[in-house]
């Protein structure tokens, strides 16, 4: 069955506003990493988090395999940084399973 | 810095037909490799990893096969395509070891099986 469920599958922000994208993991994952898909349709790691938290500018990335979740939140939100946001999890050895995605729209 | 280059860009074939995708990695010896694959609208998905020259592991089973026949090249084919495997595939890399697996994913190549 479905081992990542990520939500929204898609969120409006406003310019200067925040929020946050979340999977949720239906077994212990071992890491999760945080990808934007660029105009072409391949991804850019945005972060890979073990445990605890990462955060790079305006993105901040949270990962408790304890309780099976991840966070992506948003701060500050740019007209940039519209697109789709996937998680993906490793269940163990080398497999990653990734999320649906989440389509971002920030307005002016 | 390492580099990744996947080829062809898109792909436009025939019910019945053979395919060949390969990948390149440049800039790091033994990485390990993935292949990828995003039905439109779908999620994507896992299909091979391989983590060491002619060494493939199977994840999804779509009648594809891959193959690792250097240790930067990543190849998948299959000898009769599916209008089922249309799609987005994509080549990813991450360094060798479980501790840190950050994939880096190539271009992607869009195939069309009509």
């Known amino acids: 069955g479905d081992q990542v469920e990520q939500s929204p599958s898609a969120l409006s922000l406003h310019e200067g506003t925040g929020s946050a994208l979340r999977c949720n993991f239906t077994?212990?994952?071992?890491?999760v990493q945080w990808f934007r898909k660029n105009s072409r349709g391949s991804l850019i790691n945005l972060f890979y988090?073990?445990?605890g938290t990462k955060e790079n500018g305006r993105l901040k990335s949270a990962f408790d395999s304890k309780e099976r979740y991840s966070t992506l939140h948003i701060r500050d939100a740019q007209l940039e940084d519209s697109g789709t946001y996937f998680c993906?999890?490793?269940?163990?050895?080398?497999?990653?399973?990734f999320g649906s995605g989440t389509r971002l729209l920030v307005s002016p | 810095a390492q580099t990744i280059h996947q080829w062809p860009v898109a792909e436009i074939k025939a019910v019945g037909s053979p395919l060949s995708l390969g990948c390149t990695i440049k800039g790091k010896s033994s990485p390990n490799l993935y292949w990828y694959w995003q039905a439109t609208g779908g999620t994507l998905q896992q299909l091979f990893y391989s983590i060491t020259v002619g060494q493939v592991e199977s994840v999804v089973q779509l009648n594809l096969s891959a193959s690792r026949p250097k240790d930067d090249q990543f190849i998948l084919s299959t000898e009769k395509l599916l209008l089922s495997h249309s799609g987005f595939y994509l080549c990813?890399?991450?360094?060798?070891?479980?501790?840190?697996?950050?994939?880096?994913f190539g271009a992607g190549t869009r195939l069309s099986v009509l």
């Open positions: 988090l073990a445990s």
């Open positions: 993906a999890a490793e269940t163990g050895g080398y497999k990653v399973v």
């Open positions: 077994t212990t994952m071992r890491a």
């Open positions: 990813a890399w991450s360094l060798g070891g479980r501790s840190q697996n950050t994939l880096y």
